[in-house]
Protein backbone atom coordinates (compact mmCIF):
# COMPACT_ATOMS: atom_id res chain seq x y z
CA UNK A 1 0.00 0.00 0.00
CA UNK A 2 2.75 2.42 0.80
CA UNK A 3 4.12 1.66 -2.31
CA UNK A 4 0.86 2.01 -4.34
CA UNK A 5 0.64 5.06 -2.33
CA UNK A 6 3.96 6.19 -3.09
CA UNK A 7 3.59 5.32 -6.91
CA UNK A 8 -0.25 7.41 -6.65
CA UNK A 9 1.65 9.99 -5.11
CA UNK A 10 4.41 10.55 -7.67
CA UNK A 11 2.16 9.86 -9.90
CA UNK A 12 -0.07 12.54 -8.44
CA UNK A 13 3.23 15.30 -8.53
CA UNK A 14 3.82 14.16 -11.91
CA UNK A 15 0.82 15.25 -13.33
CA UNK A 16 0.52 18.26 -11.34
CA UNK A 17 4.17 18.97 -12.34
CA UNK A 18 3.25 18.05 -16.46
CA UNK A 19 0.13 20.52 -16.03
CA UNK A 20 2.07 23.13 -14.43
CA UNK A 21 4.52 22.64 -17.17
CA UNK A 22 1.69 22.50 -19.86
CA UNK A 23 0.07 25.72 -18.61
CA UNK A 24 3.84 27.39 -18.90
CA UNK A 25 4.41 25.75 -22.26
CA UNK A 26 0.95 27.51 -23.44
CA UNK A 27 1.79 30.25 -21.73
CA UNK A 28 5.15 30.63 -23.42
CA UNK A 29 3.69 29.16 -26.51
CA UNK A 30 1.23 32.32 -26.43
CA UNK A 31 3.81 34.81 -25.45
CA UNK A 32 6.03 34.14 -27.91
CA UNK A 33 3.29 33.94 -30.33
CA UNK A 34 2.35 37.25 -29.89
CA UNK A 35 5.64 38.60 -29.21
CA UNK A 36 6.43 37.27 -32.86
CA UNK A 37 3.04 38.24 -34.12
CA UNK A 38 4.35 42.43 -32.82
CA UNK A 39 7.49 41.95 -34.21
CA UNK A 40 6.76 40.76 -37.59
CA UNK A 41 3.98 43.64 -37.65
CA UNK A 42 6.67 46.11 -37.53
CA UNK A 43 8.63 44.24 -40.46
CA UNK A 44 5.04 44.70 -42.57
CA UNK A 45 6.76 47.37 -43.99
CA UNK A 46 8.52 46.35 -47.53
CA UNK A 47 12.06 47.40 -47.40
CA UNK A 48 11.34 49.28 -50.29
CA UNK A 49 10.10 51.62 -47.80
CA UNK A 50 12.91 51.95 -45.86
CA UNK A 51 14.47 53.00 -49.09
CA UNK A 52 12.70 56.08 -49.55
CA UNK A 53 13.80 57.18 -46.55
CA UNK A 54 16.36 59.67 -45.62
CA UNK A 55 19.84 58.39 -44.21
CA UNK A 56 19.10 59.62 -41.28
CA UNK A 57 16.03 57.68 -40.34
CA UNK A 58 17.38 54.73 -42.60
CA UNK A 59 20.12 54.71 -39.53
CA UNK A 60 17.38 54.71 -36.95
CA UNK A 61 15.73 52.06 -38.36
CA UNK A 62 19.01 49.63 -38.78
CA UNK A 63 19.48 50.43 -35.27
CA UNK A 64 15.73 49.49 -34.62
CA UNK A 65 16.13 46.40 -36.30
CA UNK A 66 19.04 45.38 -34.54
CA UNK A 67 17.46 46.17 -31.44
CA UNK A 68 14.51 43.83 -32.09
CA UNK A 69 17.20 41.28 -33.34
CA UNK A 70 18.65 41.82 -30.48
CA UNK A 71 15.02 41.02 -28.84
CA UNK A 72 14.74 38.16 -30.71
CA UNK A 73 18.33 36.64 -29.62
CA UNK A 74 17.36 37.11 -26.04
CA UNK A 75 14.06 34.94 -26.58
CA UNK A 76 15.80 32.13 -27.27
CA UNK A 77 16.06 31.55 -23.56
CA UNK A 78 12.91 31.60 -23.54
CA UNK A 79 12.74 28.74 -26.69
CA UNK A 80 15.18 26.54 -24.64
CA UNK A 81 12.80 26.37 -21.81
CA UNK A 82 10.24 26.09 -24.24
CA UNK A 83 12.33 23.00 -25.38
CA UNK A 84 12.48 21.71 -22.07
CA UNK A 85 8.96 22.32 -20.95
CA UNK A 86 7.92 20.22 -24.68
CA UNK A 87 10.00 17.11 -23.76
CA UNK A 88 8.40 17.42 -19.87
CA UNK A 89 4.89 18.19 -21.51
CA UNK A 90 5.23 15.64 -24.47
CA UNK A 91 5.64 12.33 -21.87
CA UNK A 92 2.52 13.06 -20.20
CA UNK A 93 0.49 12.92 -23.37
CA UNK A 94 -0.91 10.58 -25.59
CA UNK A 95 0.85 10.44 -29.35
CA UNK A 96 -2.37 12.45 -30.60
CA UNK A 97 -2.13 14.83 -28.45
CA UNK A 98 1.84 14.83 -28.60
CA UNK A 99 1.81 14.80 -32.83
CA UNK A 100 -0.64 18.33 -31.81
CA UNK A 101 1.87 19.41 -29.66
CA UNK A 102 5.03 19.14 -31.68
CA UNK A 103 3.02 20.72 -34.34
CA UNK A 104 2.42 23.83 -32.32
CA UNK A 105 5.94 23.80 -31.28
CA UNK A 106 7.62 23.05 -34.83
CA UNK A 107 5.11 26.29 -36.09
CA UNK A 108 6.45 28.38 -33.22
CA UNK A 109 10.21 27.99 -33.94
CA UNK A 110 9.78 27.83 -37.79
CA UNK A 111 7.90 31.47 -36.81
CA UNK A 112 10.83 31.73 -34.41
CA UNK A 113 13.25 31.23 -37.21
CA UNK A 114 11.76 32.77 -39.70
CA UNK A 115 11.84 36.09 -37.62
CA UNK A 116 15.18 35.63 -36.76
CA UNK A 117 16.30 35.44 -40.47
CA UNK A 118 13.91 38.35 -41.66
CA UNK A 119 15.23 40.83 -39.03
CA UNK A 120 19.18 39.60 -39.86
CA UNK A 121 18.12 40.03 -43.69
CA UNK A 122 16.29 43.39 -43.05
CA UNK A 123 19.61 44.59 -40.92
CA UNK A 124 21.96 42.75 -43.85
CA UNK A 125 19.99 44.75 -45.95
CA UNK A 126 19.61 48.14 -44.01
CA UNK A 127 23.05 47.91 -43.58
CA UNK A 128 24.03 47.86 -46.95
CA UNK A 129 21.69 50.47 -47.84
CA UNK A 130 23.32 52.78 -45.20
CA UNK A 131 26.66 51.91 -46.53
CA UNK A 132 25.59 52.73 -50.33
CA UNK A 133 23.92 55.73 -49.25
CA UNK A 134 26.92 56.84 -47.27
CA UNK A 135 29.33 56.00 -49.94
CA UNK A 136 27.14 58.21 -52.71
CA UNK A 137 27.25 61.29 -49.97
CA UNK A 138 30.93 61.13 -49.39
CA UNK A 139 31.36 60.80 -53.25
CA UNK A 140 28.84 63.75 -53.55
CA UNK A 141 30.35 65.74 -51.10
CA UNK A 142 33.80 65.21 -52.41
CA UNK A 143 33.00 66.31 -55.91
CA UNK A 144 31.66 69.59 -53.80
CA UNK A 145 34.48 69.75 -51.95
CA UNK A 146 36.51 69.35 -55.05
CA UNK A 147 34.48 71.84 -57.29
CA UNK A 148 34.20 74.74 -54.82
CA UNK A 149 38.05 74.26 -54.99
CA UNK A 150 38.97 74.22 -58.72
CA UNK A 151 36.24 76.96 -58.82
CA UNK A 152 38.09 79.38 -56.25
CA UNK A 153 41.34 78.32 -58.08
CA UNK A 154 39.85 80.03 -60.99
CA UNK A 155 38.38 82.74 -59.11
CA UNK A 156 41.70 83.73 -57.80
CA UNK A 157 43.42 82.89 -61.39
CA UNK A 158 41.07 85.25 -63.09
CA UNK A 159 41.03 88.37 -60.74
CA UNK A 160 44.23 88.75 -60.63
CA UNK A 161 45.28 92.02 -61.43
CA UNK A 162 47.31 92.93 -65.05
CA UNK A 163 49.54 95.47 -63.20
CA UNK A 164 50.44 92.81 -60.02
CA UNK A 165 54.01 92.35 -60.67
CA UNK A 166 53.43 88.57 -59.88
CA UNK A 167 50.83 88.45 -62.83
CA UNK A 168 51.47 85.24 -64.75
CA UNK A 169 52.70 85.38 -68.32
CA UNK A 170 50.13 83.87 -70.63
CA UNK A 171 51.72 80.92 -71.38
CA UNK A 172 51.73 80.09 -67.71
CA UNK A 173 48.09 81.01 -67.16
CA UNK A 174 47.46 78.79 -70.12
CA UNK A 175 48.84 75.78 -68.56
CA UNK A 176 47.49 77.00 -65.35
CA UNK A 177 43.92 76.83 -66.91
CA UNK A 178 44.67 73.32 -68.48
CA UNK A 179 45.55 72.42 -65.61
CA UNK A 180 42.09 73.35 -63.86
CA UNK A 181 40.11 71.39 -66.69
CA UNK A 182 41.46 68.46 -66.43
CA UNK A 183 40.72 68.55 -62.75
CA UNK A 184 36.85 70.02 -63.83
CA UNK A 185 36.98 66.90 -66.44
CA UNK A 186 38.29 64.72 -63.58
CA UNK A 187 35.38 65.84 -61.44
CA UNK A 188 33.25 65.49 -64.02
CA UNK A 189 33.67 61.87 -64.88
CA UNK A 190 33.53 62.04 -61.19
CA UNK A 191 30.49 63.30 -61.65
CA UNK A 192 29.05 60.59 -63.99
CA UNK A 193 30.04 57.62 -61.78
CA UNK A 194 28.11 59.51 -59.11
CA UNK A 195 25.44 59.96 -61.63
CA UNK A 196 25.96 56.44 -62.56
CA UNK A 197 25.30 55.03 -59.03
CA UNK A 198 22.92 57.32 -58.10
CA UNK A 199 20.88 55.64 -61.11
CA UNK A 200 21.76 52.54 -59.85
CA UNK A 201 20.63 53.38 -55.58
CA UNK A 202 17.56 54.56 -57.49
CA UNK A 203 16.90 51.69 -59.12
CA UNK A 204 17.22 49.12 -56.08
CA UNK A 205 14.25 51.92 -54.67
CA UNK A 206 16.60 54.88 -52.97
CA UNK A 207 14.80 57.89 -52.82
CA UNK A 208 17.80 60.25 -53.17
CA UNK A 209 16.83 64.14 -53.26
CA UNK A 210 19.47 65.00 -56.07
CA UNK A 211 19.03 68.27 -56.80
CA UNK A 212 22.54 69.20 -55.70
CA UNK A 213 22.91 66.75 -58.30
CA UNK A 214 21.66 68.94 -60.89
CA UNK A 215 22.61 72.13 -59.48
CA UNK A 216 26.43 70.67 -59.57
CA UNK A 217 26.00 69.45 -62.98
CA UNK A 218 24.94 73.11 -63.65
CA UNK A 219 27.90 74.77 -62.26
CA UNK A 220 30.25 72.12 -63.74
CA UNK A 221 29.21 72.81 -67.53
CA UNK A 222 29.40 76.61 -66.18
CA UNK A 223 32.26 76.75 -65.33
CA UNK A 224 33.52 74.53 -68.02
CA UNK A 225 32.63 77.15 -70.30
CA UNK A 226 34.19 79.91 -68.43
CA UNK A 227 37.56 77.70 -68.56
CA UNK A 228 37.36 76.82 -72.07
CA UNK A 229 36.40 80.94 -72.81
CA UNK A 230 39.69 81.39 -70.79
CA UNK A 231 41.41 79.02 -72.83
CA UNK A 232 40.35 80.52 -75.78
CA UNK A 233 40.83 84.20 -75.35
CA UNK A 234 43.99 82.97 -73.89
CA UNK A 235 45.44 81.18 -76.96
CA UNK A 236 43.72 84.43 -79.12
CA UNK A 237 46.05 86.44 -76.82
CA UNK A 238 48.84 83.86 -77.32
CA UNK A 239 48.23 84.11 -81.28
CA UNK A 240 47.66 87.73 -81.30
CA UNK A 241 51.15 88.11 -79.41
CA UNK A 242 53.13 85.67 -82.33
CA UNK A 243 50.97 87.80 -84.75
CA UNK A 244 52.37 90.73 -83.20
CA UNK A 245 56.02 89.98 -83.31
CA UNK A 246 55.99 88.40 -86.36
CA UNK A 247 54.30 91.30 -87.86
CA UNK A 248 57.15 93.56 -86.59
CA UNK A 249 59.10 91.28 -87.86
CA UNK A 250 57.80 92.47 -91.19
CA UNK A 251 57.62 95.93 -90.42
CA UNK A 252 61.05 96.15 -89.42
CA UNK A 253 62.23 93.96 -92.58
CA UNK A 254 60.24 96.84 -94.73
CA UNK A 255 61.83 99.46 -93.06
CA UNK A 256 65.46 98.15 -93.07
CA UNK A 257 64.97 97.49 -96.51
CA UNK A 258 63.31 101.78 -97.30
CA UNK A 259 66.87 102.95 -95.66
CA UNK A 260 68.66 100.97 -97.55
CA UNK A 261 66.58 101.66 -101.01
CA UNK A 262 66.59 105.70 -99.77
CA UNK A 263 70.78 105.83 -98.73
CA UNK A 264 71.32 103.75 -102.80
CA UNK A 265 68.84 106.02 -104.46
CA UNK A 266 71.45 108.82 -104.36
CA UNK A 267 73.49 106.91 -106.72
CA UNK A 268 70.54 105.91 -108.75
CA UNK A 269 69.47 107.15 -112.20
CA UNK A 270 66.43 105.74 -111.69
CA UNK A 271 65.32 108.12 -108.40
CA UNK A 272 61.50 108.69 -109.32
CA UNK A 273 61.13 104.46 -109.55
CA UNK A 274 63.03 104.28 -106.54
CA UNK A 275 61.11 106.91 -104.23
CA UNK A 276 57.83 105.60 -105.80
CA UNK A 277 58.75 101.83 -104.55
CA UNK A 278 59.88 102.86 -100.63
CA UNK A 279 56.80 105.32 -100.78
CA UNK A 280 54.67 102.06 -101.28
CA UNK A 281 56.65 100.00 -98.88
CA UNK A 282 56.40 102.65 -96.54
CA UNK A 283 52.33 102.91 -96.81
CA UNK A 284 52.83 99.47 -96.62
CA UNK A 285 54.68 99.60 -93.74
CA UNK A 286 52.10 102.12 -91.73
CA UNK A 287 49.58 99.90 -92.75
CA UNK A 288 51.49 96.88 -90.84
CA UNK A 289 51.79 99.72 -88.56
CA UNK A 290 48.49 100.16 -87.65
CA UNK A 291 47.84 96.62 -87.51
CA UNK A 292 50.24 96.11 -84.87
CA UNK A 293 48.51 99.38 -82.90
CA UNK A 294 45.48 97.00 -83.38
CA UNK A 295 46.85 93.97 -82.50
CA UNK A 296 48.25 95.78 -79.24
CA UNK A 297 45.16 97.10 -78.30
CA UNK A 298 43.51 93.87 -78.45
CA UNK A 299 46.17 92.63 -75.84
CA UNK A 300 45.48 95.37 -73.63
CA UNK A 301 43.46 93.03 -71.15
CA UNK A 302 45.33 90.13 -71.95
CA UNK A 303 48.77 90.62 -70.74
CA UNK A 304 50.41 92.14 -67.44
CA UNK A 305 51.14 95.84 -67.66
CA UNK A 306 54.68 95.63 -67.80
CA UNK A 307 54.72 93.22 -70.96
CA UNK A 308 51.60 95.10 -72.47
CA UNK A 309 53.89 98.52 -72.31
CA UNK A 310 56.99 96.59 -74.23
CA UNK A 311 54.68 96.24 -76.88
CA UNK A 312 53.55 99.85 -76.80
CA UNK A 313 57.27 100.88 -76.96
CA UNK A 314 58.27 98.78 -79.76
CA UNK A 315 55.34 100.43 -81.32
CA UNK A 316 56.84 103.72 -80.68
CA UNK A 317 60.50 103.33 -81.91
CA UNK A 318 58.62 101.80 -84.95
CA UNK A 319 56.52 104.71 -85.65
CA UNK A 320 59.40 106.92 -84.54
CA UNK A 321 61.55 104.82 -87.68
CA UNK A 322 58.47 105.13 -89.80
CA UNK A 323 58.03 108.96 -89.26
CA UNK A 324 62.00 109.40 -90.02
CA UNK A 325 61.85 107.45 -92.88
CA UNK A 326 58.27 108.98 -94.13
CA UNK A 327 60.14 112.12 -93.99
CA UNK A 328 63.69 111.44 -95.46
CA UNK A 329 61.35 110.09 -98.42
CA UNK A 330 59.20 112.84 -98.82
CA UNK A 331 62.19 115.30 -98.50
CA UNK A 332 64.35 113.19 -101.05
CA UNK A 333 61.57 112.64 -103.51
CA UNK A 334 60.56 116.48 -102.91
CA UNK A 335 63.86 117.34 -103.89
CA UNK A 336 63.92 114.87 -106.69
CA UNK A 337 60.56 116.37 -108.26
CA UNK A 338 61.33 119.48 -107.23
CA UNK A 339 64.33 119.21 -109.32
CA UNK A 340 62.40 117.44 -112.64
CA UNK A 341 60.03 120.39 -112.48
CA UNK A 342 62.29 122.85 -112.10
CA UNK A 343 64.10 121.30 -115.19
CA UNK A 344 61.40 120.95 -116.71
CA UNK A 345 59.55 124.63 -115.73
CA UNK A 346 63.59 125.54 -117.12
CA UNK A 347 63.51 123.69 -120.20
CA UNK A 348 59.69 124.92 -120.69
CA UNK A 349 61.12 128.46 -120.34
CA UNK A 350 64.28 128.35 -122.30
CA UNK A 351 61.65 126.84 -125.39
CA UNK A 352 59.27 129.92 -124.27
CA UNK A 353 61.81 132.57 -124.08
CA UNK A 354 63.88 131.66 -126.97
CA UNK A 355 60.15 131.81 -128.79
CA UNK A 356 59.35 134.83 -127.23
CA UNK A 357 63.01 136.55 -128.23
CA UNK A 358 62.33 135.01 -131.93
CA UNK A 359 58.95 137.08 -131.97
CA UNK A 360 60.54 140.14 -130.27
CA UNK A 361 63.24 140.33 -132.94
CA UNK A 362 60.86 139.91 -136.06
CA UNK A 363 58.00 142.39 -134.51
CA UNK A 364 61.00 144.71 -133.31
CA UNK A 365 62.19 144.59 -137.17
CA UNK A 366 58.94 145.99 -138.49
CA UNK A 367 58.78 149.55 -138.94
CA UNK A 368 57.05 151.91 -136.83
CA UNK A 369 53.45 152.76 -137.76
CA UNK A 370 52.32 155.47 -135.42
CA UNK A 371 50.26 158.03 -134.67
CA UNK A 372 50.43 161.52 -134.88
CA UNK A 373 50.76 161.48 -131.05
CA UNK A 374 53.03 161.88 -128.16
CA UNK A 375 50.89 159.73 -125.90
CA UNK A 376 51.05 157.15 -128.83
CA UNK A 377 55.23 157.29 -128.74
CA UNK A 378 54.71 157.29 -124.74
CA UNK A 379 52.80 154.20 -124.30
CA UNK A 380 55.94 152.74 -126.98
CA UNK A 381 58.60 154.23 -124.99
CA UNK A 382 56.67 153.05 -122.13
CA UNK A 383 56.42 149.70 -124.02
CA UNK A 384 60.50 149.27 -124.69
CA UNK A 385 61.18 149.84 -121.29
CA UNK A 386 58.71 147.19 -119.75
CA UNK A 387 59.91 145.04 -122.53
CA UNK A 388 63.41 145.29 -121.42
CA UNK A 389 62.49 144.83 -117.42
CA UNK A 390 60.71 141.92 -118.57
CA UNK A 391 63.23 140.42 -120.89
CA UNK A 392 65.68 141.29 -117.77
CA UNK A 393 63.16 139.83 -115.29
CA UNK A 394 62.56 136.52 -117.50
CA UNK A 395 66.58 136.03 -117.40
CA UNK A 396 66.63 137.13 -113.88
CA UNK A 397 64.35 134.19 -112.96
CA UNK A 398 66.74 131.66 -115.31
CA UNK A 399 69.85 132.93 -113.90
CA UNK A 400 67.83 132.37 -110.40
CA UNK A 401 67.07 128.77 -110.89
CA UNK A 402 70.38 127.80 -111.67
CA UNK A 403 72.02 129.72 -108.64
CA UNK A 404 69.46 128.02 -106.54
CA UNK A 405 69.59 124.24 -108.34
CA UNK A 406 73.49 124.66 -109.76
CA UNK A 407 72.90 120.99 -110.40
CA UNK A 408 70.35 121.46 -112.43
CA UNK A 409 72.02 120.96 -115.76
CA UNK A 410 75.15 119.26 -114.54
CA UNK A 411 73.22 115.80 -114.71
CA UNK A 412 70.89 116.92 -117.49
CA UNK A 413 71.75 115.99 -121.03
CA UNK A 414 72.94 119.13 -123.83
CA UNK A 415 69.56 120.38 -124.64
CA UNK A 416 69.32 122.63 -121.60
CA UNK A 417 72.68 123.99 -122.23
CA UNK A 418 72.47 124.44 -125.48
CA UNK A 419 69.01 125.95 -125.04
CA UNK A 420 70.50 128.67 -122.85
CA UNK A 421 73.44 129.53 -125.25
CA UNK A 422 70.61 130.33 -127.80
CA UNK A 423 68.94 132.12 -124.91
CA UNK A 424 72.00 134.37 -124.46
CA UNK A 425 72.65 134.98 -128.76
CA UNK A 426 68.55 136.44 -128.45
CA UNK A 427 69.03 138.33 -125.73
CA UNK A 428 71.68 140.15 -127.82
CA UNK A 429 69.74 140.36 -130.56
CA UNK A 430 66.78 141.33 -129.02
CA UNK A 431 68.71 143.86 -127.16
CA UNK A 432 70.05 145.16 -130.10
CA UNK A 433 66.81 145.80 -132.01
CA UNK A 434 65.04 146.84 -128.65
CA UNK A 435 67.73 149.53 -128.37
CA UNK A 436 67.83 151.04 -132.07
CA UNK A 437 63.73 150.95 -131.26
CA UNK A 438 64.34 153.34 -128.42
CA UNK A 439 66.47 155.69 -130.54
CA UNK A 440 64.09 155.56 -132.69
CA UNK A 441 61.30 156.49 -130.94
CA UNK A 442 63.11 158.99 -128.68
CA UNK A 443 64.02 160.76 -132.11
CA UNK A 444 60.21 160.36 -133.10
CA UNK A 445 59.42 161.35 -129.83
CA UNK A 446 61.71 164.88 -130.36
CA UNK A 447 60.89 165.09 -134.10
CA UNK A 448 56.72 165.00 -133.00
CA UNK A 449 57.29 167.35 -129.76
CA UNK A 450 59.21 170.03 -132.21
CA UNK A 451 56.30 169.62 -134.57
CA UNK A 452 53.55 169.83 -132.08
CA UNK A 453 55.41 173.02 -130.79
CA UNK A 454 55.76 174.65 -134.17
CA UNK A 455 52.13 174.19 -135.12
CA UNK A 456 50.50 174.93 -131.71
CA UNK A 457 52.87 178.33 -132.06
CA UNK A 458 51.34 178.94 -135.51
CA UNK A 459 48.05 177.97 -135.05
CA UNK A 460 48.04 180.52 -131.75
CA UNK A 461 49.47 182.95 -133.52
CA UNK A 462 47.07 182.80 -136.64
CA UNK A 463 44.31 182.80 -134.35
CA UNK A 464 45.43 185.83 -132.75
CA UNK A 465 45.91 187.38 -135.91
CA UNK A 466 42.43 186.48 -137.04
CA UNK A 467 41.47 188.23 -133.79
CA UNK A 468 42.85 191.24 -134.71
CA UNK A 469 41.58 191.25 -138.27
CA UNK A 470 38.24 192.24 -136.60
CA UNK A 471 36.42 194.40 -138.42
CA UNK A 472 36.90 198.10 -137.49
CA UNK A 473 34.50 199.83 -135.25
CA UNK A 474 36.60 203.49 -135.12
CA UNK A 475 34.94 205.39 -136.90
CA UNK A 476 37.32 206.92 -139.73
CA UNK A 477 39.94 208.21 -137.25
CA UNK A 478 43.05 209.13 -139.38
CA UNK A 479 45.21 208.13 -136.10
CA UNK A 480 42.96 204.86 -135.31
CA UNK A 481 44.04 204.07 -139.20
CA UNK A 482 47.87 204.86 -138.70
CA UNK A 483 47.33 202.19 -135.98
CA UNK A 484 45.52 199.57 -138.18
CA UNK A 485 47.97 200.04 -140.78
CA UNK A 486 50.58 199.29 -138.59
CA UNK A 487 48.89 196.44 -137.10
CA UNK A 488 48.65 195.24 -141.15
CA UNK A 489 52.46 195.43 -141.50
CA UNK A 490 52.99 193.24 -138.26
CA UNK A 491 50.38 190.63 -139.15
CA UNK A 492 52.40 190.41 -142.48
CA UNK A 493 55.59 190.00 -140.45
CA UNK A 494 54.17 187.21 -138.42
CA UNK A 495 52.76 185.75 -141.41
CA UNK A 496 56.28 185.56 -142.86
CA UNK A 497 57.58 184.12 -139.51
CA UNK A 498 54.59 181.56 -139.56
CA UNK A 499 55.77 180.73 -143.25
CA UNK A 500 59.56 179.90 -142.03
CA UNK A 501 58.04 178.14 -139.13
CA UNK A 502 55.95 175.98 -141.47
CA UNK A 503 58.98 175.09 -143.30
CA UNK A 504 60.79 174.02 -140.53
CA UNK A 505 57.63 171.93 -139.69
CA UNK A 506 58.23 170.44 -143.19
CA UNK A 507 61.33 169.74 -142.58
CA UNK A 508 61.19 167.95 -139.03
CA UNK A 509 58.08 165.84 -140.42
CA UNK A 510 60.43 164.59 -143.16
CA UNK A 511 62.76 163.19 -140.38
CA UNK A 512 60.20 161.09 -138.58
CA UNK A 513 57.64 160.40 -141.48
CA UNK A 514 59.01 157.13 -142.36
CA UNK A 515 57.88 155.59 -139.01
CA UNK A 516 54.30 157.37 -139.22
CA UNK A 517 51.04 155.70 -139.98
CA UNK A 518 49.58 156.14 -143.88
CA UNK A 519 46.56 158.39 -142.34
CA UNK A 520 48.89 160.13 -139.87
CA UNK A 521 51.17 161.04 -142.36
CA UNK A 522 48.16 162.12 -144.47
CA UNK A 523 46.88 164.34 -141.09
CA UNK A 524 50.23 165.90 -140.80
CA UNK A 525 50.03 166.89 -144.52
CA UNK A 526 46.61 168.17 -144.07
CA UNK A 527 47.58 170.03 -141.56
CA UNK A 528 50.50 171.46 -142.83
CA UNK A 529 48.19 172.46 -146.13
CA UNK A 530 45.54 173.86 -143.68
CA UNK A 531 48.30 176.10 -141.80
CA UNK A 532 49.62 177.06 -145.09
CA UNK A 533 46.28 177.71 -146.37
CA UNK A 534 45.34 179.37 -143.07
CA UNK A 535 48.29 181.37 -143.48
CA UNK A 536 47.24 182.69 -147.13
CA UNK A 537 44.23 183.57 -146.32
CA UNK A 538 45.28 185.64 -143.95
CA UNK A 539 47.84 187.23 -145.92
CA UNK A 540 44.74 187.85 -148.34
CA UNK A 541 42.73 189.22 -145.92
CA UNK A 542 45.54 191.32 -144.18
CA UNK A 543 45.80 192.66 -148.32
CA UNK A 544 41.86 192.83 -148.56
CA UNK A 545 42.19 194.23 -145.35
CA UNK A 546 44.74 197.28 -146.31
CA UNK A 547 42.92 197.83 -149.80
CA UNK A 548 40.02 198.75 -146.89
CA UNK A 549 41.73 201.01 -145.15
CA UNK A 550 42.87 202.80 -148.38
CA UNK A 551 39.31 202.91 -149.64
CA UNK A 552 38.83 204.37 -145.89
CA UNK A 553 41.65 206.69 -145.84
CA UNK A 554 40.41 208.35 -149.12
CA UNK A 555 37.14 208.36 -147.96
CA UNK A 556 38.25 210.09 -145.25
CA UNK A 557 40.39 212.80 -146.57
CA UNK A 558 37.02 213.77 -148.83
CA UNK A 559 35.01 213.53 -145.90
CA UNK A 560 37.67 215.83 -144.32
CA UNK A 561 37.70 218.43 -147.26
CA UNK A 562 34.10 218.67 -147.33
CA UNK A 563 34.18 219.55 -143.47
CA UNK A 564 36.68 222.25 -144.33
CA UNK A 565 34.90 223.57 -147.34
CA UNK A 566 31.70 223.37 -144.81
CA UNK A 567 33.19 224.79 -142.17
CA UNK A 568 34.71 227.78 -144.39
CA UNK A 569 30.81 228.12 -145.84
CA UNK A 570 29.67 228.17 -142.92
CA UNK A 571 32.02 230.79 -141.20
CA UNK A 572 31.36 232.43 -144.21
CA UNK A 573 27.60 232.68 -143.81
CA UNK A 574 27.82 233.69 -140.47
CA UNK A 575 30.16 236.41 -141.01
CA UNK A 576 27.78 237.46 -143.98
CA UNK A 577 24.75 237.28 -141.38
CA UNK A 578 27.04 239.42 -138.51
CA UNK A 579 27.61 242.24 -141.25
CA UNK A 580 24.08 242.69 -142.31
CA UNK A 581 22.30 244.99 -140.85
CA UNK A 582 19.35 244.50 -137.59
CA UNK A 583 16.02 244.61 -139.13
CA UNK A 584 13.12 246.07 -136.79
Keep these: MNSLEETLNDRYRHLNLANEQRCDFDRIMTKLNEWIKNTEQQLKDPFTNDLQQTINILKEKSKSI ?26 TLNDAEQITLNEKYTVLKDKYNRLLDSLNQRIVLLDEAIRERNEFDQQNDRLQVFYKQVENEFTKQKQQ ?3 DINYPSNERRLEQFKQLLKQLDEITNNFKEVTRIQRLLTNKGHRIDFRMGGELNAN ?13 RIERALQTENDFHHLDKELDSYLQISSEQLKSSQHHQDKGIIFQTVSDRLQQAEHELNKLNQLSERLVNDLPRSQYEQLKRIIERRQERLLTLNKTCQ ?3 GEHEHMIKTQHKLNEDL ?3 NDWFRRLIQDLSQPFELNLSLNNVNDLRDSMNQLAISIDQRLVRIEQALRDEPNLINSSDAEIRERLNIVEELKHQVKSHLNKQRIILDDVHQGITQYIKLTTEV ?9 KLAPFFDGYDRKRLDEHEKELNFLEEVCAEQNYRLV ?3 KIVETFRSHLRSNARDLCDNQLRNFQQTIEDLETRIHQRRKEIDEIRQKSNRFSSSIVHLQSNADHLLHMIEKSPDVK
Design 331 to 333: QAR
Design 459 to 467: KTVICDADF
Design 220 to 232: LKNLDGQIHNEIE
Design 66 to 91: QALFQSTKDRMNEFEDLTRIHGIVAS
Design 351 to 353: ITI
Design 504 to 506: EAH
Design 161 to 163: KLN
